[in-house]
Structure formats: structure tokens, C-alpha cells
């Protein structure tokens, strides 16, 4: 199959703002807790953003893709939906190395595909196209394509906008992306925006991970207090100044101990997830304080690492609960799906 387009092809990415673009010529959709792919009918291909082959993960979607012309190139995200909301969780576990075990999750817990851009279609390389002429030329496609198929909900007024970044964050959508109506698909660039949760929390220093240099801290390892009066460990931080890297190793090697999480969830377990990196930590005694900032949760975890706001020494450890973490609430997932 000769597609118009030559995979595999750069996606179009977002730089993150604070807030949404105002006025007229934008187009606000929600950002999709899955991951992004590339989708190719024809000679099924299904690429991820790093341009790696994913459809080895997802047996289960090549029958979506079948059904997709075959000259047909669609931009858009693999999820998996539990109980009426994005399982990132369930989502991760696909990438596994053993077939049995990918074919045994896919039947338990099938992924689908949601579509936010058209790239190619009826032998047209859609790139130098406006997304406003893309995105009537994906609704189109979509209107003909059946079960494992999700057309991402795009409106643009921006009273709308603003109302799916509170309302949709229950169903597992981590914020909006804004693109510009006139814009062609630059792919490799960050021309769109996108505006995600952010949060701030107290939360317990339980431990620290050596710098790769040997000399300076490299991450803090952090914690929450649950309801049996454990620190459970919820992430990490990094992200600090050479200068406050060297000054923190001091300071939190005078605090070493011999234990300080509790057996609940424990950091520095080997993974998939690891690549081979050293994994080991420095247990300290629980009575630092910081305030950090994070976007997204996963159960009782920070999903990515977080960001350092400032130190707390107005806290006490104790103060540092899981009851901060807030949970929002709103309609799931099959109301975003149901929107414009």
C-alpha cells in the first residue's frame, strides 16, 4: 500500500500554557489520558509518537483499523476505558513482552482508538490543509466507522473550552489542547497549546536517590501519611540547581535512617518501566516538609515527577495526609465521547 503520506511521520505537538488561548480561529478539544498514535489503514500500521510499532500490544485493533480506507492516515490516542473512565493503568500493562499475556489483557480489557486530526485520505496528504478543513473531513470518516472508533469532542467557543477542563477531568481527561483553525499539521513542532490540571500539596521527604555524579542529591523520594499512620511513598522530585543538589545531600545525610516508608507501596522496585537504571534510595527520618506541585494521579501516586515549590518548615510530617490529594468529580466517559 502507497499511502500519501511516508511513514513513519513526526505528530504535531503542544507546548503547555498556564491558560487557553482567547478569541476567534481556535478549536478546544480534551487531552486524552492514552497513548498518542499514528493509525494507518490499508497495510495496517499503528505507530507511536516515538514512532515505534504498538500494534504487537493491541491485537484487538486491527480489526478497528480494518476499517479504515485503505489510503486513510488518522492522528489520535489508544485507550483503555474501566468502569466509565481512562485506565492509564490497565493501558501500561499492555506493554509486555509475552504474547499469551498481551492477548489475555486484550480480551479482558480491549483498547480503542480516539481520532483528533486526519493526515491523509482519499489520496490527499491533508498536512498543508487548515485543521478546520481536516477536522469536517474526520468527522466525515468517523461518521462511516463502527465499534473501537471515538471521535474527539471539538467546540470552538471558549466558555465551552473551559467548562470541559473541569467537567472532564472525572472521566481521566488531563486538560484541553487548543489548535488554531487555520493552522496546517506541523508535524515535529509544538503549534498547539494545551492547558493541564496542576495541584499543590505538603508533602514528607522519606528518602533521597544519589545524582548520577556521585556528589549531590539527584531526586527527593515523598511521601503521605495514610489512615494506619504510615508514610506511604506517593513519588518523587527533581528538577533543583546543581548549587541546591550539593547543599540537600548535606543537609539529608544528617537525617539518614534505617527505614522510613512503610511496607504499604515501597520506591526502588525494579520494572519494565526502569530501563535498567539504578534504582537504589537513602532512607531518611520523615521531618522535612516541601510543597510541590503535580497534575495527575495514579490511585495513590504521582503519575510523573513533580515540581518543587518551596520548603515547609511551618509543617509538621503529621499534618502531611492522603486527605489532600483532591478526587474530582463529573460525568465519565461516555458524556465526553457524547459531546460536540
Not at 531518611?284 to 501516586?301: F, H, K, M
Request: overall charge negative; hydrophobic content about 35%; some cysteine.
Amino acid at each position: 500500500m502507497q499511502w500519501s503520506v511516508v511513514p513513519p511521520i513526526d505528530t504535531m505537538e503542544a507546548k503547555t500554557k498556564t491558560s487557553l488561548p482567547l478569541g476567534p480561529g481556535w478549536a478546544y478539544e480534551p487531552k486524552w489520558d492514552g497513548f498518542r498514535c499514528v493509525a494507518y489503514g490499508g497495510d495496517l500500521r499503528l505507530d507511536s509518537r516515538a514512532k515505534k510499532p504498538l500494534l504487537r500490544y493491541f491485537p484487538e485493533l486491527v480489526a478497528v483499523l480494518e476499517q479504515l480506507p485503505s489510503d486513510a492516515v488518522v492522528d489520535g490516542e489508544v485507550v483503555i476505558i474501566t468502569d466509565d473512565h481512562l485506565d492509564f493503568v490497565a493501558l501500561q500493562q499492555r506493554i509486555h513482552p509475552a504474547e499469551s499475556r498481551i492477548n489475555k489483557l486484550s480480551a479482558e480489557t480491549p483498547a480503542q482508538l480516539v481520532a483528533f486530526d486526519l493526515i491523509a485520505l482519499d489520496g490527499v496528504d491533508m498536512r498543508e490543509r487548515p485543521f478546520s478543513e481536516r477536522r469536517v473531513r474526520l468527522e466525515r470518516l468517523l461518521s462511516t466507522l463502527g465499534e473501537g472508533w471515538n471521535l474527539t469532542p471539538s467546540t470552538t467557543d471558549f466558555d465551552t473550552g473551559l467548562k470541559w477542563f473541569d467537567e472532564f477531568e472525572a472521566a481521566g481527561c488531563d486538560g484541553i489542547v487548543a489548535k488554531e483553525l487555520d493552522a496546517a499539521y506541523q508535524g515535529g513542532k509544538r503549534a498547539m497549546v494545551k492547558v493541564k490540571h496542576r495541584r499543590s500539596v505538603d508533602v514528607v521527604v522519606g528518602g533521597y536517590r544519589i545524582h548520577k555524579d556521585g556528589d549531590k542529591v539527584g531526586s527527593l523520594l515523598l511521601g503521605l501519611y495514610n489512615n494506619a499512620d504510615e508514610l506511604h511513598f506517593i513519588g518523587h522530585c527533581s528538577g533543583f540547581s546543581n548549587h541546591d543538589r550539593t547543599e540537600m545531600l548535606a543537609r539529608f545525610e544528617e537525617l539518614r535512617s534505617e527505614e522510613s516508608f512503610g511496607s504499604e507501596r515501597m520506591p526502588g522496585a525494579e520494572s519494565r518501566w526502569s530501563g535498567g537504571k539504578d534504582m537504589s534510595w537513602v532512607p531518611v527520618r520523615p521531618g522535612v516538609v516541601v510543597e510541590i506541585s503535580y497534575d495527575q494521579l495514579t490511585g495513590n501516586a504521582f503519575r510523573h515527577a513533580t515540581r518543587f515549590e518551596r520548603w515547609r518548615p511551618d509543617k509538621t510530617p503529621e499534618m502531611c495526609t492522603m486527605d489532600q490529594l483532591e478526587r474530582p468529580t463529573g460525568p465519565g466517559i461516555e458524556t465526553v465521547i457524547g459531546s460536540p
